[in-house]
Nanobody
Framework: QVQLIESGGGLVQAGDSLTLSCAVS????????LAWFRQAPGKERDFVAT????????YYGDSVKGRFTISRDSNENTVSLQMNSLKPEDTAMYYC????????????????WGQGTQVTVSL
C-alpha cells in the first residue's frame, strides 16, 4: 500500500512559478515510479510528468515540456513538480500517482493516487 498526499497548490498569475510536492509513504513506496497528472473541470485527466525510482528517467507531457520539471527526493520520499511560466490553461486539479510500470503511468494507469491539489492561474 502506498499513500500519497499533495500540497503546494494555489492561485497564481500567468507567468508565475509554483512548486507542488507529494509526500509518499508505504513500506515499498521507494520502488515505485511516481507521476503527476492534472484534470480541469469538464476535461479528461492529462498526463503531466513521471519519474522512475532512481530519478534518472523522466517523461513529460507535450504541453508542459520545457516549463515543468519533475524530481524526487529519496531521503524525504517526496516527488515535486516545479512549474514555470504558468499559463491559464494550466489551471487544474493536480494529482500525484504511483505505479509499478512507468509506461502504464504515462497512459494514466496508476496503482495509487492522491487526493489532489488545486492550481489556478489567472491572467
Amino acid at each position: 500500500q502506498v499513500q500519497l498526499i499533495e500540497s503546494g497548490g494555489g492561485l497564481v498569475q500567468a507567468g508565475d512559478s509554483l512548486t507542488l510536492s507529494c509526500a509518499v509513504s508505504g513500506r515499498t513506496s521507494r520502488g515505485y515510479n511516481l507521476a503527476w497528472f492534472r484534470q480541469a473541470p469538464g476535461k479528461e485527466r492529462d498526463f503531466v510528468a513521471t519519474i522512475n525510482p532512481t530519478g534518472r528517467i523522466t517523461y513529460y507531457g507535450d504541453s508542459v515540456k520545457g516549463r515543468f520539471t519533475i524530481s524526487r527526493d529519496s531521503n524525504e520520499n517526496t516527488v515535486s513538480l516545479q512549474m514555470n511560466s504558468l499559463k491559464p490553461e494550466d489551471t487544474a486539479m493536480y494529482y500525484c500517482a504511483a505505479g509499478r510500470s512507468i509506461e502504464d503511468l504515462r497512459i494514466g494507469r496508476g496503482d495509487y493516487w492522491g487526493q489532489g491539489t488545486q492550481v489556478t492561474v489567472s491572467l
